[in-house]
């Protein structure tokens, strides 16, 4: 019973580490778009700065097209905020523990 807990625990840790690190690119594609929808603008340098794995950014942007917060606009890559995304941001994102 011990151990069921324990994993059940790592596996809650894992999943709010990986929203807590979509909510950080969410927020950075936000404040390098100036809260402005459909601003295009590149993450190539968004992985070093984050500290994060290019693979994992990928997956991230990836997750962020699905949930249409922001939209992908090709390779580098060049993204843009939705309006969905920018109502994440402003309303709904102070409702989640994990990026509070």
């Given at each position: ?32 778009c100036s809260g402005g929808v459909g601003r ?18 990928y997956r991230i942007v990836e997750f962020l ?11 580098g890559p060049r993204v843009a905020l939705t ?18």
């Amino acid at each position: 019973m011990k151990r069921r807990r324990n994993r059940q625990i790592r596996c809650r840790n894992r999943a709010e580490q990986h929203e807590h690190r979509r909510y950080v690119v969410l927020n950075r594609i936000f404040a390098d778009c100036s809260g402005g929808v459909g601003r295009e603008i590149p993450l190539g340098g968004l992985p070093e700065e984050i500290a994060i794995s290019r693979e994992e950014a990928y997956r991230i942007v990836e997750f962020l097209t699905c949930q249409g917060f922001i939209e992908y606009l090709g390779a580098g890559p060049r993204v843009a905020l939705t309006d969905a995304g920018l109502e994440y941001i402003r309303h709904d994102a102070g409702r989640r523990r994990t990026v509070r």
